[in-house]
Each structure stands twice: as C-alpha cells, then as structure tokens.
C-alpha cells in the first residue's frame, strides 16, 4: 500500500513566536494522520552554537476553527526533527509547542518556570534583488549561509542572515553555523561596495578575455583559410583533382556564408564536409553564432535533445520537460536553469504542466529569451523556494504556483503584464509579494489560501480583485503602494475578500 493511501498530513505550519532568552527556537509543527492515529512532528534549532542534550515542552493542541481541543505536558524532545509524538486527542488540526526547560550537553539547563509563551519578534529587513549590493551579498554569501536577511538584535539576541535567533553569549549562529564577526565583516556596506567593484572588474576583464579568444579564433581561421586555400592550390597544379577543389570551395563558400549571417546554410556545408579540414569545429562554431543572433545575447545556454533528452521543444519555441528521463540520468533540483536554445530553436515559452509534481525541486533560473510561464508551471512543487526570471517574461498563465509550500516571498518583474488566476493558490508559507507596475488586475482565488501572507507591494494602482481572491488570509493586513497617493483609486472588488478591504493602504 503506498504512502497516501494511509498517510495523510492534516497541517505542516510554521511556529514563528520565539520565548526571549531561550536557547531552542520551535520552527515548524507539522500534524500527521495516520490511519486513525493522530502525531506531531516538532522541528527545532538551537539559538546559537549549543550543544543541546534535550528540551522539553508543553503542547497546545486546537481544531480547525482554532477552538483549544486539549494539551500534553512536559513531553521531552530532541533538537531537530523530533520523533513523532501522539495526539491523544481526536480532531486536532493545529499544534502550539510552549518550551519549558532545555538541558545542555554539559548538564546545565534553562528554564522557563512561568511557561511564558513566545511572541513574533519584529520584521527582519530582506537583502531584495534590487538593492545595488544584492550580486556581492549573494556572491560573498555563496556556501557561508543563505543571506535573505539583514542580521541584526533583538531582545537580547541577534538574527543571521538566514534569519535564524540566536542568543548574544553565542557567536555563531544554530541553523547555518556563519559567525556574528563573519557577518558583521563580510556584509559591512563599505566591505561589500569594494568586492561589488572587484566582481564588476573580473566580469569586465572576463568578457575582455572572451572577446579577445573569439577574435583570434576569427584570426586563426582566417590564417588556416589561407594555408589550405595555398595547399589546396598547390595540390590542384600537381595533381589536378576534383576532390580536392569541390571540398574547397564549398568550404570556403560555408565561411562566407556564416560571415553574411546566412547560418543554416553554412551548418549544412560544414557538416555534409565531415572530416574535411575544421568543418566540424567550424559548425559547432557557426551553429553558437547563430543562436547569438537568434536571441540577442552574448552568451548563450544551449543544448539539444539528444545531449538533454529530458528536454522536447516545438517549432515556435514551446519548451517541455520529462521528469522521470531526468531524474533517471542522475540530474539535481537544487538550481534547475533553463537553456536559451535547444536543438537550434529559442526557448520562449515553458509548456503546460512543466514541472508539475517535481517535489524537490528548490530553485529555478528561466533564461532572458522565455516570454510565457505555462499553465500549472510550478504545481505542487513542494520544497520550491525561489524563482528567478529572466528579462522577457510577460505572461505568467493560470494556476502557475499552486502547493508550493516553501514560497516565502515572490517578486514578479515589471516586464509581466498577466497574472493568470489562482496563480499562488494554497502557498502557505508565503509572506510577501511585490507585483510589478505591468500588473493591474488581481485575479479569482489569486492568493486564496495563502494563510501567512501579510502584505503586498503594488507598483502600479490596481483596477479590480476578483472573487475570493484573498479568501482565509487571515494574517494580511497591509498594502504597500510604490506610488503617488494622488494616482490610488479603490479597485473594484469581489466577494470573498474582506482581508483586502479591510487592510492598512500605505504610500511610500
């Protein structure tokens, strides 16, 4: 019998309160059903870099409609994912963890003897890919920690970069391991202006570089043109035979022909050529010329489908994806990016369903040359964390994010002019979402169900919200408007979105 047959998970949320001077910070609880039977699952990391024997707690269980069902006290658990601990209560959907004492490696504790609940700390400040020092935060940032955050104190405690609390007698951090002096080095402003400089230099020497080894590739050509067309001249006077003149001249026709732009005629010369001279290198080299022009960049991303066989792709740029065929040849989800040409056609358009039940799947890079996201793109992509798009992207179809649990945040670029409907439907982690100033119109059920999401960023004054399109966000309050108050008009706006009536309109 297979996993969802018996195994059902009733809820999986973040527990984002934090008791002051506590050296455990509870994560996420996630609520199983199993057959009949109910268990918790507590994940936890220690505020800094203890060594934590055990804690134990006290847990609040609730139903659906957050009425108290029942609690279990002093229930030991270990830092981590704990073992699962049974609910003796039926018809719980929700679980609170109160820490009570935790127990050290060395045998010292800390109490909690009032059993003072935990309370959400203040907003930590995002490292936005707009800010002008976001390329060296991520590039001084890569294998260190996860910099989404800007560290900084609170109350008796500093956050790190990648947002984990940690106490001030502990100077390295419980979830990622980075230090507090590390941090406060290597993202110092003045610090991360210089390495900006440095990267902008060695990108700059670097396209020098490949410039200088692209032009004397035309030189070198052009020298190897010159020996063979003397050889093949030579040749011809002694031994006067066609089947040196033919493969030269059409040789040397291909050149000219690639020289002209006139690319598909050139690649079908060179490879008919075969061994002849350089042909084959000289139609890998056309074939790279092509896709340069053909996209528009200076460096290109291209495959095809006998070198990639997860991939299919029509005559008008339509981009599919087989997922079994890729995880059958070993590939990773870690950093998934998608090529800018396959098999000699420009990528514009992500097919219907493209990485729908990909579970692992964390981070996605679209190439410059994809206009459309297609249709359920994304769904049920589970532990899918970022996404970043390309400079072309225009049209984002429907159902595009729904069930990507691990979305906290999402940016959508101001080159998007259409949000399908229920695009982020059910992504329950998410919490922020700035819509770029294409967007006008939010659509049905566009973030229903997103049960953290508490703010959004308009740049551009919005005309309509479609029904329910923030049904059961409870937690959403404000809007955030990147633009002149004069310019706001009240959309026009469906039932079922009393969280968006009711939020907190700001200017910036």
Not at 79 to 97: I, L, M
Not at 240 to 248: A, E, G, H, K, S
Not at 281 to 299: F, H, P, R, S
Not at 369 to 382: H, M, R
Request: aromatic letters at 10%; proline letters at 3%.
């Amino acid at each position: 019998m297979s996993e969802n047959e018996t195994v059902k998970i009733v809820s999986d949320r973040p527990q984002k309160e934090w008791i002051p001077g506590c050296p455990v910070q509870v994560k996420q609880i996630r609520v199983v059903r199993e057959n009949d039977a109910l268990s918790a699952v507590i994940t936890s990391v220690p505020c800094g870099g203890f060594s934590v024997r055990n804690y134990t707690a006290d847990i609040d269980y609730t139903g659906a409609k957050r009425q108290n069902v029942g609690r279990t006290e002093a229930v030991t658990l270990t830092v981590g994912e704990s073992a699962p601990v049974d609910v003796p209560f039926a018809d719980v959907v929700y679980a609170y963890v109160t820490v009570r004492s935790v127990t050290f490696a060395d045998g010292k504790t800390w109490t909690n003897e009032s059993g003072t609940r935990g309370k959400i700390l203040p907003e930590q400040d995002i490292y936005w890919q707009t800010d002008p020092l976001y390329n060296a935060i991520r590039v001084e940032c890569s294998g260190v920690t996860d910099a989404k955050y800007k560290p900084d104190k609170v109350d008796g405690a500093w956050r790190c970069a990648c947002g984990q609390v940690n106490l001030d007698e502990s100077g390295t951090c419980g979830a990622c391991g980075c230090s507090l002096d590390w941090l406060n080095t290597h993202l110092d402003p003045a610090y991360l202006e210089e390495r900006s400089r440095e990267i902008a230099d060695k990108t700059e020497k670097e396209a020098v570089k490949i410039k200088k080894k692209r032009e004397n590739r035309v030189s070198d050509t052009t020298k190897m043109i010159l020996i063979f067309a003397a050889l093949g001249l030579v040749i011809a006077l002694v031994v006067l035979t066609v089947t040196t003149f033919i493969p030269l001249g059409r040789y040397n026709k291909a050149v000219s022909l690639a020289a002209d732009g006139e690319y598909d005629e050139a690649i079908a010369i060179f490879t008919d050529l075969g061994s002849f001279k350089d042909a084959s290198a000289m139609a890998a080299d056309t074939n790279y010329k092509k896709a340069q022009a053909i996209t528009g960049l200076e460096e290109v991303n291209m495959t095809t489908s006998k070198k990639s066989p997860w991939f299919s792709i029509t005559a008008d740029g339509i981009l599919s994806f087989k997922k079994d065929e890729y995880e059958d040849r070993g590939g990773t989800w870690e950093h998934f990016i998608i090529p800018d040409v396959v098999d000699n056609v420009v990528v514009r358009e992500l097919d219907r369903n493209f990485f729908m039940n990909c579970k692992e799947l964390i981070a996605v890079t679209l190439s410059d040359c994809v206009e459309v996201v297609g249709e359920q793109c994304f769904y049920n992509c589970e532990k899918l964390e970022a996404v970043y798009f390309g400079k072309n992207v225009t049209t984002i179809l429907p159902r595009a994010f729904i069930n990507c649990y691990s979305l906290t945040e999402m940016e959508i670029p101001d080159t998007v002019t259409t949000l399908g409907l229920r695009a982020f439907n059910n992504c329950i982690k998410l919490n922020k979402v700035v819509l770029g100033s294409g967007i006008t119109e939010i659509g049905s059920y566009q973030f229903s169900l997103c049960v953290e999401l508490e703010r959004i960023t308009l740049k551009s004054p919005i005309t309509s919200v479609g029904e329910f399109a923030f049904s059961e966000c409870g937690k959403f309050v404000k809007i955030h408007c990147r633009f002149a108050e004069s310019a706001w008009t009240e959309p026009a706006v469906s039932e079922g979105n009393e969280a968006f009536a009711a939020a907190e309109v700001l200017f910036e």
